[in-house]
């Protein structure tokens, strides 16, 4: 079992800077990446970033070269560092835990609310 603590999010004018965390705890060994995910309202959930125990990464192209995901050791979190939003950032973004098991996100976080206004 995996539990996953969300962080951050809220409201930001179109330009500006959010950082989301991630703190999983419980069998985190079992863990082979952590990724964020987000859903408008509307659409489909969208894998935005993903960085794996390796610590290779992945970003969608629509935040390409915009996003950063990224492990802090020292406080054993997942963060995504979000740069120049724009309003079609607005969604409900998600920390998921892939499994190494399954190779799904089998966990997830509670999400949290990104705003971004134009």
């Known amino acids: 079992q995996v539990q996953l603590l969300e962080s951050g999010g809220g409201l930001v004018q179109a330009g500006g800077s959010l950082k989301l965390s991630c703190l999983p705890s419980?069998?985190?060994?079992?863990?082979?990446?952590m990724g964020w995910l987000r859903q408008a309202p509307g659409k489909q959930r969208e894998l935005v970033a993903r960085?794996?125990?390796?610590?290779?990464?992945y970003y969608a192209s629509s935040v390409k070269d915009r996003f950063t995901i990224s492990r802090d050791n020292a406080n054993n979190t997942v963060v995504l560092q979000m740069t120049h939003l724009k309003p079609e950032d607005t969604a409900v973004y998600y920390c998921?835990?892939?499994?190494?098991?399954?190779?799904?996100?089998?966990?997830w976080g509670q999400g949290t609310q990104v705003t971004v206004s134009s």
């Open positions: 960085i794996s125990s390796g610590y290779s990464t």
């Open positions: 998921a835990a892939q499994m190494r098991a399954t190779m799904k996100y089998d966990y």
């Open positions: 419980g069998s985190i060994f079992t863990i082979a990446a």
